[in-house]
């Protein structure tokens, strides 16, 4: 049945699904910057670099994908009712279902077609509203200048561009950046290609596309902090998704981020 009250809440928490977490995340380049942890440390364990971007295929991610959260299905819908966190560092956790992802872009300035891209997952059935695109380094990168243009389709199927005016340079493992979208644009459901304008000096970098399910504030270092489904906005968390988490630091300093989501199915 649907959720029709509070109680129906209370109930779903006495057979709730717990999922525990323990990552090691590395240190972000700087204060501010955002931190992956899908190549993380500790449960669970870490994921892999996403194929490359020629690879025609495997670019989608689900709960079965190595480093992904060991997710239950429902049998109706399933709620993030609860999370309890600690972090080693102030900052913020986002929690996201990582949908497609592809690497090894990078080096020379130019065009880089993804081969067959095909759909987000199958269980993307509003054509990626709410998607967001991200650069994200599966491995470290030497000095890179200029534009970075990601050239998509939007939820209507229209060929749209996103641009980074200004990439970061010298990013570190683990390291996302974010690619705004087209003003009035409302999700992304396709990568077609990515131009760079400079040519980097060394390395290579990838792209992402995830759907945020929730975030959590940290203010204090090593204090533990529990939110309930009301602070949490009773996120959905779609069957099969694969939840997977990035740091938004304060400092440039590892982190070590531990704790728990109570998910229920109603």
Do not use: H
């Not at 959720?3 to 525990?20: E, H, K, P, W």
């Not at 239950?72 to 600690?86: E, R, V």
């Not at 650069?135 to 229209?158: D, M, P, R, S």
């Not at 099969?240 to 981020?257: N, S």
Request: hydrophobic share 45%; with cysteine; glycine share 12%.
């Amino acid at each position: 049945m649907a959720i029709t009250s509070v109680n129906d809440i209370a109930a779903g928490l006495a057979s709730d699904q717990r999922i525990n977490v323990l990552k090691n995340i590395t240190a972000p380049k700087g204060a501010g910057a955002f931190q992956s942890a899908w190549l993380a440390t500790g449960y669970p364990g870490a994921g892999a670099a996403s194929p490359a971007y020629t690879a025609g295929a495997g670019y989608t991610a689900s709960k079965d994908t190595a480093g992904a959260m060991r997710l239950t299905n429902g049998a109706i819908k399933l709620w993030l009712a609860q999370l309890a966190m600690i972090t080693s560092l102030t900052g913020t956790i986002i929690i996201y279902d990582r949908l497609w992802s592809c690497s090894g872009m990078g080096f020379a300035a130019g065009t880089y077609t993804v081969t067959t891209p095909g759909a987000l997952p199958a269980r993307i059935t509003d054509s990626g509203l709410g998607c967001e695109l991200w650069v994200e380094q599966f491995v470290g990168a030497g000095v890179a200048t200029g534009t970075l243009t990601a050239n998509y389709l939007n939820t209507l199927g229209q060929a749209k561009s996103g641009v980074i005016a200004t990439v970061v340079s010298t990013p570190v493992v683990g390291q996302m950046q974010p690619v705004p979208l087209q003003t009035g644009d409302l999700g992304i459901s396709q990568l077609t290609n990515v131009v760079t304008s400079q040519t980097w000096t060394s390395g290579t970098f990838g792209m992402t596309i995830l759907k945020r399910i929730a975030y959590s504030d940290f203010l204090a270092a090593n204090v533990g902090k529990v939110q309930d489904w009301a602070m949490l906005g009773l996120a959905e968390i779609l069957n099969d998704a694969c939840i997977c988490f990035m740091f938004q630091a304060a400092a440039a300093t590892a982190i070590v981020m531990t704790g728990q989501l109570s998910i229920i199915d109603k």
